[in-house]
């Protein structure tokens, strides 16, 4: 009886023991696959936060805004500090965010071909939805985003929004990122 006992106690100890085991080792893959996501969407935000802050004029007297819409922005910025300005396009492909750059050619006047458009993977897994979000000048907080269509003119303010989710089916879940930026050549200028 008492070995029947005892077998029966040790047996109860083993299940709980690898169920708390099996619940760490998932807690775990979870938490790894949350920080893999958010090290993804966390460069990408940085990146276009510092384009659009520094977007100005195209060297062909462009607008500084060529297309605002909820999953493409299209702009002109001296991304590589040369002094001139690429124009650069982020677009959503499927569930991957891209970034398109055209270095201007010196032509008379100045062009961007399409055909000259370098694009690279920015981010992946990315769920449906906005991903750019336009606001007036005196944006504050609680203000509405301007409508769609947008009009490029208005804008002064631009919201990012990345949600990822690499798994849709199983753990870890989306996680989404936001920053905001101010276009610093645009203000006040409408």
């Known amino acids: 009886?008492?070995?029947?006992?005892?077998?029966?106690?040790?047996?109860?100890?083993?299940?709980?023991?690898?169920?708390?085991?099996?619940?760490v080792t998932g807690f775990g893959t979870s938490l790894g696959g949350r920080l893999e996501q958010e090290m993804e969407l966390e460069p990408f935000l940085r990146l276009v936060?510092?384009?659009?802050?520094?977007?100005?004029?195209?060297?062909?007297?462009?607008y500084p805004i060529a297309q605002a819409m909820a999953q493409t922005l299209t702009?002109?910025?001296?991304?590589?500090?040369?002094?001139?300005?690429?124009?650069?396009?982020?677009?959503?492909d499927g569930t991957t965010l891209k970034r398109g750059v055209i270095e201007p050619v010196e032509t008379q006047p100045v062009s961007y071909p399409p055909a000259n458009?370098?694009?690279?993977?920015?981010?992946?897994?990315?769920?449906?939805?906005?991903?750019f979000?336009?606001?007036?000048?005196?944006?504050?907080?609680?203000?509405?985003?301007?409508?769609?269509p947008v009009a490029v003119a208005k804008i002064r303010l631009i919201t990012v929004t990345g949600s990822i989710d690499q798994n849709a089916d199983s753990g870890p879940g989306s996680i989404t990122l936001s920053a905001s930026a101010t276009i610093r050549n645009l203000r006040g200028d409408i």
């Open 1 to 23: 009886m008492e070995l029947t006992i005892a077998i029966a106690i040790t047996g109860i100890a083993i299940a709980a023991i690898s169920s708390l085991a099996l619940d």
């Open 49 to 62: 936060v510092t384009e659009i802050r520094s977007m100005g004029t195209a060297d062909n007297g462009s």
């Open 75 to 92: 702009f002109y910025s001296d991304i590589d500090l040369d002094g001139q300005f690429e124009r650069v396009r982020y677009f959503v």
């Open 117 to 131: 458009e370098v694009v690279s993977e920015i981010v992946h897994h990315l769920v449906p939805g906005t991903i």
């Open 133 to 148: 979000t336009y606001f007036p000048e005196g944006y504050p907080p609680s203000a509405t985003p301007l409508p769609s």
